[in-house]
């Protein structure tokens, strides 16, 4: 039976105007095929209303984890733009609003500066602080303010079978909404859960985008990267991205980044330096050379190994500097890592009492600046001013520097029992070597 879009939309128009409070709608966009027909047929069953309907304002929410593919970083923001105008110029009650991830949250401030190991299936920290979070905070805002909200995502039961079975299991008989499952006051509306993708793709191609892009545009970046597209995720219950995805370029929870490697086969060969970079996060995760035997909490458990060691750290950060640069010489506007998170990544160093390494240091061998990081931190005062001191006898500032660092150890254990022991034993051993 072909797809009845008119149906559909005559739905979003019924429950656009029930009175229920006029709770706001937040619509995720992230740019793929499914939030693209989702926005369409929403944007297109509102415009086809009377401007007297117009009391329920609608969100379109983006999120950016900061690493996502470059090339759909910038085919969203060339969207996400065009709708902005088209709304304001066809009065629809629609305002776009992106989401980041907080600083200490970023991708590169917790596996560069913290030392996290790169995410696999057993420890993904990504998500959660990446995806998730972010567009929490935006919601729940809304629902503080508003006191309720309707989430709209562009999922299908099509895409898969967990898919299939996480919409069922939420949906309620004979209802279009379903309580969100951690969201108190959050509703979820799922217009296009029962759509085909053969549909999909007859759609986009055959419909215009009332905003005016171009839809075969979205077609053939689909076709260069043979992948499909990350959701936008808003609890545990969305899954990430899988095995053909458009996500995070430094996705290391698949083994093969299969679209990545397409766009590069397509044409895309300035891409190469991201594959080299994820692939090497890939082949060193689990290194026991890379990495530290406690965890950063200080405890320490066999077989499992803590975060990564300064030094990889700062070499991986060395080749993220070099990528960028390489890739900036062909594509000017790309930059994989920002000042902000460059410093943060300095003051986590410094408060990991990490100092034979120097941000700023990395950056201007690198390319070939004399740039200086200002982290306006406490910590880092206090250790300079203690590397001053002991600037006639720097193994002082070594032996200062991992007393304070055992202290802290054991502060965060919260057992200082044979500390003063330790600290007698690391003194010892410190007067024997320097006899």
């Known amino acids: 039976m072909a797809l009845d879009t008119k149906e559909i939309e005559k739905e979003i128009q019924e429950q656009y105007m029930e009175d229920d409070n006029y ?3 937040i619509v995720g966009f992230s740019g793929g095929k499914d939030s693209t027909m989702l926005l369409q047929l929403v944007w297109t069953a509102i415009a086809s209303l009377p401007e007297i309907y117009y009391k329920r304002h609608i969100y379109v929410v983006c999120n950016n984890t900061l690493v996502e593919n470059p ?3 910038e085919y969203t923001d060339k969207i996400l733009l065009k709708i902005e105008k088209a709304a304001l110029v066809q009065n629809i009650p629609l305002t776009i609003h992106k989401t980041i991830p907080r600083l200490e949250d970023t991708f590169w401030v917790n596996l560069l500066g913290k030392g996290y190991p790169a995410p696999n299936n057993l420890f993904r920290w990504c998500t ?3 995806k998730i979070s972010p567009t929490t905070k935006f919601i729940v805002n809304k629902i503080n303010e508003e006191g309720e909200a309707i989430i709209l995502l562009g999922t299908r039961s099509d895409e898969s079978s967990t898919r299939a079975k996480s919409i069922k299991k939420h949906e309620v008989k004979g209802r279009r909404l379903s309580k969100h499952m951690t969201l108190p006051n959050a509703h979820v509306y799922s217009p296009i859960k029962n759509v085909l993708i053969k549909d999909l793709w007859t759609y986009l191609q055959q419909v215009p985008s009332p905003w005016g892009a171009n839809n075969k545009e979205l077609v053939t970046l689909y076709q260069n990267a043979n992948s499909g597209d990350c959701p936008l995720v808003i609890d545990t219950s969305t899954s990430s991205c899988g095995n053909s995805r458009f996500g995070c370029w430094v996705c290391t929870v698949v083994n093969r980044d299969k679209s990545l490697e397409a766009l590069v086969a397509n044409g895309e060969e ?8 994820r692939d090497y996060l890939v082949n060193t995760r689990d290194l026991e050379s890379v ?5 950063r909490n200080g405890q320490q458990i066999e077989g499992v190994l803590g975060p990564y060691k300064p030094h990889f750290r700062a070499e991986f950060l060395e080749k993220l500097l070099v990528a960028q640069r390489e890739i900036q010489a062909e594509q000017s506007d790309i ?3 920002n000042y902000q998170e460059l410093v943060a990544i300095q003051v986590t160093w410094y408060r990991d009492n990490i100092f034979s390494f120097n941000v700023a240091d990395i950056y201007n061998r690198v390319n070939g600046t004399n740039i200086e990081i200002e982290t306006n931190d406490k910590v880092l005062e206090e250790k300079t001013l203690l590397k001053e001191i002991c600037k006639e006898n720097p193994k002082d500032f070594e032996l200062l520097n991992d007393l304070l660092a055992l202290q802290k150890t054991r502060t965060i254990l919260m057992n200082n029992r044979g500390l003063q022991t330790d600290l007698e034993n690391k003194l010892e051993n410190h007067i024997q070597n320097h006899l």
């Open 23 to 25: 709770r706001p709608w």
């Open 71 to 73: 090339k759909i970083v």
């Open 128 to 130: 959660e602080r990446l």
């Open 270 to 277: 300035w891409m190469i330096p991201l594959m080299e970079l």
């Open 291 to 295: 990495r530290e035997v406690r965890r």
């Open 335 to 337: 930059s994989l890592i």
